[in-house]
Each structure stands twice: as structure tokens, then as C-alpha cells.
């Protein structure tokens, strides 16, 4: 089995516009689905055909309907409940410029130490049955800094493989954990070894920051550089990833599925070229969806198929 862990789920919104006019009246339909980075990961496991169980934190009234909605598109659920509210991420599609334009909540979720016990020990009890963990999104105001390492170190002790995709101060105290995956892109991995952000990194210091991820104690690093593929690292590997050009409806969640897609590749027992070419082949995948962390298997599997992995 693999589970998922989001601290800082979401109750997702998703409009869809001809045409978004600024400062005018939209009347439409919205699809609502249950959101966060290892939720939208769960879910594309999940479609992919493996066994998978999503826990982290909920709360409120949005919490419980997320939790029920990711329930009933067959997702196993096992999720500690704090106070306050899940936060809801709003994301407007305009179809005539290809744009996405995000509102996200600040979580209003409330996290004692209490309810921090029992999400270790929640995670505790997953581990133990998983061959792998994956860790995804930012963490909620109020937790610890180290909360990802606390959990990594805690599934590691369980016999799990851990994976981690996040940012931030969450990317630097979780690697401090030494998680076996980590999978951030460009920007968040340039950010992490302190180099100045930029439109354009060159190879050498991407190649430069997947080694740093490796003196951590990562066994495989990649870092997704969109459209133009990825790049991963494990021991002496090197791998370039390249992707197919396509007609993107949204990227949101592909990092997500490319996670998914490498764990699951991971799990089925795929070396570092397979578990990035799936990757890809899941992230592309859910390019060509309106929802965050859905795929068409028949997607992947086609996408999969034009995906080419070189050797650095």
C-alpha cells in the first residue's frame, strides 16, 4: 500500500470562463473536489491502480466534505480531525488566454499538540502497512517547522520508503530527515540551496543542487522543470527527462501526479529511468485535465510511450 500525507489540505473550487472579465458578473458552474498536494497525489494513484490510503490534517465542515468526496471517488481516508476550518483554493480557467488564477485560503485550521499526537501516531500505524509514504504540501500555521522530518523519521522507523514534495521551510527541515524521494521543482530546489531566484538555471547548478540533495542522505533526487521534463539523481545516475509539447487545459497538480507517478512506479518495483518516465507520463497526463491530480490511464499510457530518458 502507499499513503498520502497532507497537513494543509483543501476543499478545491474550479471555474471554467470562455473569457474572464475583469470587473464583471460570471455566471457558471463550478466542480468541487477535494484538494491539497498529497490529496491530488492519492487520487492519481489511486486511478492508476494501486492500493492507497490518504491521511494529514482536516477540519470543520469543509474537512468532513472533502473527506467524503475523495471517499467517494474511492480513496481510502484515515484523517485526524483538528479545530477550525479547511481552507477552500479557488482556481479560474480562462479558456481564450490558457490561464490559471488562484485564491487560496489562509488555513484557519486550529492544531494543538494533542491533535499533533495523534496525527504522529495515525501516521505511525499507516507506515507500518506501507511500503511507501509520501509527504506532500506545505505545512499549517501553528505546527512545527520540523513536523515533516518528526513524520518522516517516525515512517522510516516503520520499515516505510518515504517520499517528500514540498517547499520552503518544509523542503529544508524535512530534508534534514533524509526522506528516500524528494522531487521539488526548479524553483523551490534552487531556493533550498540559497541561489537567487531566476528565469533561467543553468545545468550546472541544477546539477550542483540534485548532488547537495544526495549529501543529505536522499537515495533519489529530481527536480521538475516543466515543460521541459526533469532531471533526477540517484548514487552516480543522472537522468534528463524529456517530455512531449502539448495542448495544456491546466497544469495544476501535474507535480503532483509526477510524485504519484514515480512512487507508484517506485513501488512496482521500477528503477530511477522507469520511475521518472512514468512520472512524467502522469504529470503530462493531468496537464490535459481541468482537475488538480486527475489522470486518463489511457493518457499515460500513450504519453508514457513518447517520453524519452537519457542518460547524463
Not at 529544508?172 to 531566476?198: F, H, M, T
Request: net charge negative; with cysteine; aromatic share 4%.
Amino acid at each position: 500500500m502507499i499513503t498520502t500525507v497532507t497537513l494543509n489540505t483543501a476543499l478545491d473550487i474550479i471555474y471554467s470562463v470562455p473569457t474572464l472579465h475583469i470587473d464583471q458578473v460570471h455566471r457558471l458552474p463550478g466542480i468541487t473536489v477535494p484538494g491539497g498536494k498529497g490529496i491530488n497525489a492519492a487520487r492519481v494513484v489511486h486511478m492508476l491502480g494501486e492500493s492507497v490510503t490518504a491521511t494529514g490534517l482536516i477540519a470543520g465542515y469543509n474537512g468532513q466534505k472533502m473527506q467524503s468526496l475523495l471517499q467517494q471517488e474511492g480513496v481510502a481516508c484515515e484523517f485526524t480531525e483538528v479545530q477550525g476550518e479547511t481552507r477552500l483554493a479557488i482556481t479560474v480557467l480562462d479558456q481564450q488566454q490558457r490561464t490559471q488564477t488562484e485564491f487560496i485560503e489562509q488555513g484557519s485550521s486550529y492544531v494543538t499538540p494533542e491533535s499533533l499526537i495523534l496525527l504522529e501516531k495515525q501516521v505511525e500505524q499507516l507506515a507500518s502497512v506501507s511500503a511507501w509514504v509520501l509527504f506532500s504540501g506545505s505545512i499549517p500555521e501553528g505546527c512545527p517547522a520540523d513536523l515533516y522530518a518528526t513524520l518522516i523519521q517516525i515512517a522510516k522507523a516503520k520499515g516505510a520508503q518515504t517520499a517528500l514534495d514540498a517547499s520552503g521551510e518544509a523542503l529544508r527541515y524535512g530534508l534534514q530527515a533524509s526522506p528516500d524521494l524528494v522531487k521539488p521543482n526548479e524553483d523551490e530546489a534552487c531556493a533550498w540551496a540559497g541561489i537567487a531566484p531566476s528565469d533561467h538555471y543553468s545545468e550546472e547548478t541544477l546539477d550542483g543542487v540534485l548532488t547537495a540533495m544526495l549529501d543529505h542522505g536522499v537515495k533519489t533526487a529530481t527536480i521538475s522543470l516543466g515543460k521541459r521534463g526533469a532531471i533526477a539523481a540517484q548514487g552516480s545516475l543522472r537522468y534528463r527527462v524529456h517530455v512531449p509539447e502539448l495542448d495544456i487545459i491546466s497544469a495544476l497538480g501535474s507535480g503532483d501526479a509526477m510524485a504519484a507517478g514515480m512512487v507508484t512506479a517506485a513501488y512496482r518495483g521500477g528503477d530511477l529511468a522507469e520511475m521518472v518516465r512514468y512520472g512524467a507520463a502522469c504529470g503530462s497526463a493531468c496537464a490535459l485535465q481541468p482537475i488538480a491530480g486527475k489522470v486518463d490511464l489511457q493518457d499515460v499510457q500513450q504519453l508514457y510511450q513518447h517520453i524519452k530518458v537519457t542518460p547524463e
